[in-house]
């Protein structure tokens, strides 16, 4: 069974930066894909960032492009993702998430339903 942990700062000021962490266990195929996501108060669970285990291919939506970095340790089978310049709207719970659903790096999206496990989640609070 995949297990996945977030873990990280939970709490920083508008325009400072944090790092989040997601260790993952029994990963022992190249072809995961980890996705990192994040669902505000009152909104839907948004994809926000992944990166394919095979290669370290990234992807990124739009709204978070030049802000936030994803990348790996394979020898830690952790997957990081690094976030810059925060703003309140950052504020969420976030949630790593693995697939091998994801053929053909790098990734092209970050969609939930091709995700099949996904940690608890880490609430970040960015306070303005």
């Known amino acids: 069974q995949v297990m996945l942990v977030e873990s990280g700062v939970v709490l920083v000021q508008s325009g400072g930066s944090l790092t989040l962490s997601c260790a993952a266990s029994?990963?022992?195929?190249?072809?995961?894909?980890i996705g990192w996501f994040r669902q505000a108060p009152g909104k839907e669970r948004e994809g926000i960032s992944a990166?394919?285990?095979?290669?370290?291919?990234?992807y990124y939506i739009d709204s978070v492009k030049g802000r936030l970095t994803i990348s790996r340790d394979h020898a830690k089978d952790t997957v990081y993702l690094q976030m810059n310049n925060l703003k309140p709207e950052d504020t969420a719970v976030y949630y790593c998430?693995?697939?091998?659903?994801?053929?053909?790096?790098?990734?092209?999206?970050?969609?939930?339903?091709?995700?099949?496990?996904w940690g608890h989640g880490i609430q970040v609070t960015v306070s303005s």
């Open positions: 998430a693995a697939s091998l659903e994801i053929e053909d790096p790098p990734p092209k999206a970050v969609i939930a339903d091709d995700y099949s496990y």
């Open positions: 029994r990963l022992t195929s190249i072809y995961w894909t």
């Open positions: 990166i394919s285990l095979s290669d370290n291919s990234t």
